[in-house]
């Protein structure tokens, strides 16, 4: 309700009403005045020429016309129309007209206004002298038909104030709805552009110059707006992508040094470990030497051997994992054989209830690396791969291609650079993994299996040896879909 009395139409109207209370009763006064004026001061002039004209009518040469001649002359001026009253007073007689009564002489009050005495009935005498003889002719007119006149005169002005005030008003909504409704689209827009729709443009066409100009205004300002807008959005994207990107990379760089630190201590302790364990092997076989075939002891220094042997094999794949090993890389121009050999070594370790698939592109090109570490990957990554099954099977599958690394692709895992390299994923269809055993799984020791079951070291070694062939690993996985651990190996310029 505050809101309409506040609107341009309202006010408009208000105003017009307002003005209009005050300025049409002064004009509609001031008309009718004019015309009452003109209308009594023409009856009275009427009135006067008339009853002169009739006094010296009323001359003859040698005095009055006869009585007779007047009496016909008073009864000519009330036929004639307007005249109600007419007598001769000669001073001791008096002259009536045939056609008054003898009560209504006594009537004449001499008037010298319009509607004075509330008679309706103007008096007038007229003096009529000739030489010492004088007589005083009275008239009365009918002061009714120009009071009619009058009213109906009001009446007629009444009429036209009424319809000039509706038509103004009329008028005044028609134009207040024309500047009120394309504002009204504007503020429509406006809002519109306020809520989030910073696309829609302001296009309301109006004649009123000042509502375009403001409509072309509106729009500059939106387009300058959206304009800065989309810079802050996209340069808050930017930001938030360069954030989260040196969040992953802080991340990532937390992971690389817990693996050095806890790869620098294992090898540490394993390099100590193999300090005690050659001479515990020498030993232990120059005594096995000295002692006869038949010795009960054999036996058990045999067991000692050959825990000494499983202890060092240990003790060499924490020095995968710890530094690179000291075997040699060679330029190989086929991988493909020796990944066959690998899979030959699965399929004779993993039970038939797994279905096994091997996809190897054609020579992808020559590779520098150490064919026996890469069997080893292989065998330790499917390895995993068939321990997160169930007993009821399940698949795994092993590809070898080609691919070459976008800059993308490489800002993303820092160890890679773009360009070419060859492709080797295991994938299974096991139980998968959550995020914090992912985060966890290239830790040496790092294991979720049974204790006496697994050693944590496998997926360490294979860390050791992409590090050491300057690769990179990336693990995907899903809890109760499967894993797939891809690894990238940069192949040689041709
Ligand atoms: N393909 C996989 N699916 C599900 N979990 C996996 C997979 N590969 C690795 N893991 C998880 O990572 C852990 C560490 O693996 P890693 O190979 O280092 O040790 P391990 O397999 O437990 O023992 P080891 O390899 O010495 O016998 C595993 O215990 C397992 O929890
Ligand atoms: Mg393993």
Same mark, same amino acid.
């Given at each position: 309700?505050?809101?309409?009395?506040?609107?341009?139409?309202?006010?408009?109207?208000?105003?017009?009403?307002?003005?209009?209370?005050?300025?049409?009763?002064?004009?509609?006064?001031?008309?009718?005045?004019?015309?009452?004026d003109?209308?009594?001061?023409?009856?009275?002039?009427h009135?006067?020429?008339?009853?002169?004209?009739?006094?010296?009518?009323?001359l003859a040469?040698?005095?009055?016309?006869?009585?007779?001649?007047?009496?016909?002359?008073l009864?000519s @001026? *009330? +036929?004639?129309?307007?005249?109600?009253?007419?007598? $001769?007073?000669?001073?001791?007689?008096?002259? !009536? %007209? /045939?056609l008054?009564?003898?009560?209504?002489a006594?009537?004449f009050?001499?008037?010298?206004?319009?509607?004075e005495?509330?008679?309706?009935?103007?008096?007038?005498?007229?003096?009529?002298?000739?030489?010492?003889?004088?007589?005083?002719?009275?008239?009365?007119?009918?002061?009714?038909?120009?009071?009619?006149?009058?009213e109906?005169?009001?009446? @007629? *002005? +009444?009429?036209?104030?009424?319809?000039?005030?509706? $038509?103004?008003?009329?008028?005044?909504?028609? !134009? %207040? /709805?024309?500047?009120?409704?394309?504002l009204?689209?504007l503020?429509?827009?406006?809002?519109?552009?306020?809520?989030?729709?910073?696309?829609?443009?302001?296009?309301?066409?109006?004649?009123?110059?000042?509502i375009?100009?403001?409509?072309?205004?509106?729009e500059?300002?939106?387009?300058?707006?959206?304009?800065?807008?989309?810079?802050?959005?996209?340069? *808050?994207?930017?930001?938030?992508?360069?954030?989260?990107?040196?969040?992953?990379?802080?991340?990532?760089?937390?992971h690389?040094?817990?693996?050095?630190?806890i790869?620098?201590l294992?090898?540490?302790v394993?390099?100590?470990?193999?300090?005690?364990?050659?001479?515990?092997?020498?030993?232990?076989?120059?005594?096995?030497?000295?002692?006869?075939?038949?010795?009960?002891?054999?036996?058990?220094?045999?067991?000692?051997?050959?825990?000494?042997?499983?202890?060092?094999?240990?003790?060499?794949?924490?020095?995968?994992f710890g530094?690179?090993?000291?075997?040699?890389?060679?330029?190989?121009?086929?991988?493909?054989p020796?990944?066959?050999?690998?899979?030959s070594?699965?399929?004779?370790?993993?039970?038939?209830?797994?279905?096994?698939?091997?996809?190897?592109?054609?020579?992808?090109?020559?590779?520098?690396?150490?064919?026996n570490?890469?069997?080893?990957?292989?065998?330790n990554?499917?390895?995993?791969a068939?321990?997160?099954?169930?007993?009821?099977?399940?698949?795994?599958?092993?590809?070898?291609?080609?691919?070459?690394?976008?800059?993308?692709?490489?800002?993303?895992?820092p160890r890679?650079?773009?360009?070419?390299?060859?492709?080797l994923?295991v994938?299974?269809?096991?139980?998968?993994?959550?995020?914090a055993?992912?985060?966890?799984?290239?830790?040496p020791?790092?294991?979720?299996?049974?204790?006496?079951?697994?050693?944590?070291?496998?997926?360490?070694?294979?860390?050791g040896?992409?590090?050491?062939?300057?690769?990179?690993?990336?693990?995907?996985?899903e809890?109760?879909?499967?894993?797939?651990?891809?690894i990238?190996f940069?192949?040689?310029?041709v």
């Open positions: 309700m505050a809101r309409d009395l506040k609107s341009i139409s309202f006010r408009m109207v208000f105003a017009v009403l307002v003005i209009h209370a005050v300025l049409l009763p002064m004009l509609s006064y001031g008309l009718l005045t004019v015309v009452r003109f209308q009594e001061d023409g009856f009275v002039d009135v006067r020429i008339y009853s002169r004209v009739f006094a010296d009518a009323l040469d040698d005095g009055l016309i006869s009585e007779s001649d007047i009496v016909a002359g009864d @001026s *009330i +036929l004639g129309g307007r005249c109600v009253h007419a007598a $001769l007073n000669m001073g001791d007689r008096q002259l !009536l %007209s /045939t008054m009564g003898h009560d209504d006594d009537s009050v001499e008037d010298f206004n319009f509607g005495n509330g008679d309706d009935v103007y008096y007038i005498s007229t003096p009529v002298q000739m030489g010492e003889w004088s007589a005083v002719l009275e008239l009365g007119f009918d002061e009714l038909p120009t009071l009619l006149e009058i109906s005169a009001r009446v @007629s *002005i +009444l009429r036209f104030v009424l319809i000039y005030l509706v $038509l103004t008003v009329v008028l005044v909504v028609i !134009l %207040s /709805t024309l500047l009120s409704k394309p009204r689209r503020r429509h827009d406006s809002r519109q552009i306020a809520s989030g729709d910073y696309s829609r443009k302001m296009s309301v066409s109006s004649d009123i110059f000042e375009s100009e403001l409509t072309r205004d509106l500059h300002m939106r387009s300058t707006l959206v304009g800065v807008n989309d810079r802050l959005e996209e340069e *808050i994207r930017s930001r938030e992508v360069a954030e989260a990107e040196r969040r992953k990379a802080e991340v990532h760089l937390r690389m040094h817990r693996l050095q630190s790869g620098t294992a090898g540490g394993a390099h100590e470990f193999n300090n005690v364990l050659l001479p515990m092997l020498l030993y232990t076989d120059l005594a096995l030497e000295d002692l006869p075939s038949d010795s009960p002891v054999r036996p058990n220094l045999e067991r000692v051997l050959k825990l000494a042997h499983r202890a060092k094999g240990l003790s060499e794949q924490i020095l995968t530094r690179p090993s000291g075997e040699a890389m060679d330029v190989i121009d086929d991988i493909a020796f990944i066959d050999e690998a899979m070594m699965v399929r004779a370790l993993i039970p038939a209830s797994i279905e096994i698939r091997l996809h190897m592109e054609g020579p992808i090109g020559p590779l520098v690396c150490n064919s570490e890469i069997q080893q990957l292989i065998v990554l499917c390895s995993n068939f321990h997160s099954m169930s007993k009821g099977g399940g698949l795994i599958s092993v590809n070898l291609e080609a691919c070459s690394v976008t800059p993308e692709f490489a800002e993303q895992h890679l650079v773009a360009g070419n390299y060859a492709m994923a994938a299974d269809s096991g139980e998968g993994m959550d995020a055993t992912i985060e966890r799984i290239f830790d020791f790092f294991t979720t299996r049974e204790v006496g079951e697994g050693t944590g070291l496998g997926l360490s070694v294979v860390h040896i992409v590090a050491k062939h300057e690769g990179e690993i990336v693990v995907t996985s809890v109760d879909v499967g894993t797939t651990i891809k990238y940069p192949l040689c310029e």
